[in-house]
């Protein structure tokens, strides 16, 4: 969506929720464009076709009124949406990683190991809500992440094997959690051709 808003509204910083809604201060026109993008996950160019269109306008306004009122029978659930997205929109568009609604960052000096193949993230949690008032919540988090590095020295690291034997059942299933769902870089030897491996 990025390269889609520099391409047709350099001078405008909408706000995308990463799904399949944009807001936006001014009415943007409706557009359609296809481009070729490089895809970190599958290390590969694709294109990308994007339409915007006008659905609605939110009113901003609902929250002033549901501050002044004493009645809670109208929440003002479209306008809170609006304000978390854009609260997560300039995370996302600088290398933060998403998890839920916190937002992390890779340690650039001191990388804590936390063993088991993970490493700690610093991060922030944030969200629009409504109480008795409409509130922005904003704490600091940490997390887990999986620590980039060879297959063989994660499994060493997780399994723990002996002198070189063969894993048992509960060393395999261990490592079979643990790289589940992980991107795996495959080095072809004497090949410069490489591949990413999702694991299922």
Same mark, same amino acid.
């Given at each position: 969506? &990025?390269?889609?808003?520099?391409?047709?509204?350099?001078?405008?910083?909408?706000?995308?929720?990463?799904?399949?809604?944009?807001?936006? @201060?001014? &009415?943007?026109?409706?557009? @359609?464009? /296809?481009?070729?993008?490089?895809?970190? &996950?599958?290390?590969?160019?694709?294109? *990308?076709?994007?339409?915007?269109?006008? @659905?609605?306008?939110?009113?901003?306004?609902?929250?002033?009124?549901?501050? /002044?009122?004493?009645?809670?029978? &109208?929440? %003002?659930?479209?306008?809170?949406?609006?304000?978390?997205?854009?609260? *997560?929109?300039?995370?996302?568009?600088?290398?933060?990683?998403?998890?839920?609604?916190?937002?992390?960052? %890779?340690?650039?000096?001191?990388?804590?190991?936390?063993?088991?193949?993970?490493?700690?993230?610093?991060?922030?949690?944030?969200?629009?809500?409504?109480?008795?008032?409409?509130?922005?919540?904003?704490?600091?988090?940490?997390?887990?992440?999986?620590?980039?590095?060879?297959?063989?020295?994660?499994?060493?690291?997780? *399994?723990?094997?002996?002198?070189?034997?063969?894993?048992?059942?509960?060393?395999?299933?261990?490592?079979? /959690?643990?790289?589940?769902?992980?991107?795996?870089?495959?080095?072809?030897?004497?090949?410069? @051709?490489?591949?990413?491996?999702?694991?299922?």
């Amino acid at each position: 969506m &990025e390269e889609f808003r520099q391409r047709n509204f350099p001078d405008q910083y909408p706000a995308f929720d990463g799904r399949k809604n944009l807001y936006s @201060t001014r &009415e943007l026109p409706e557009k @359609t464009d /296809s481009f070729m993008v490089y895809d970190q &996950e599958s290390v590969r160019v694709k294109q *990308c076709k994007i339409t915007i269109k006008y @659905t609605s306008q939110v009113n901003l306004g609902s929250l002033s009124t549901y501050m /002044s009122s004493e009645s809670t029978l &109208e929440i %003002p659930q479209k306008a809170i949406q609006a304000v978390h997205v854009v609260l *997560c929109n300039a995370p996302s568009l600088h290398g933060f990683v998403q998890v839920g609604r916190s937002f992390y960052t %890779p340690p650039r000096v001191r990388i804590l190991k936390l063993g088991d193949g993970l490493e700690m993230w610093y991060g922030v949690f944030q969200s629009a809500t409504l109480g008795w008032k409409p509130f922005v919540n904003i704490d600091v988090t940490h997390k887990g992440f999986p620590s980039p590095q060879n297959v063989v020295d994660a499994i060493y690291e997780i *399994c723990r094997p002996q002198d070189d034997s063969e894993l048992n059942y509960n060393q395999k299933e261990d490592f079979k /959690s643990y790289i589940r769902d992980l991107k795996v870089d495959y080095m072809i030897p004497n090949n410069l @051709t490489s591949k990413r491996i999702n694991q299922a």
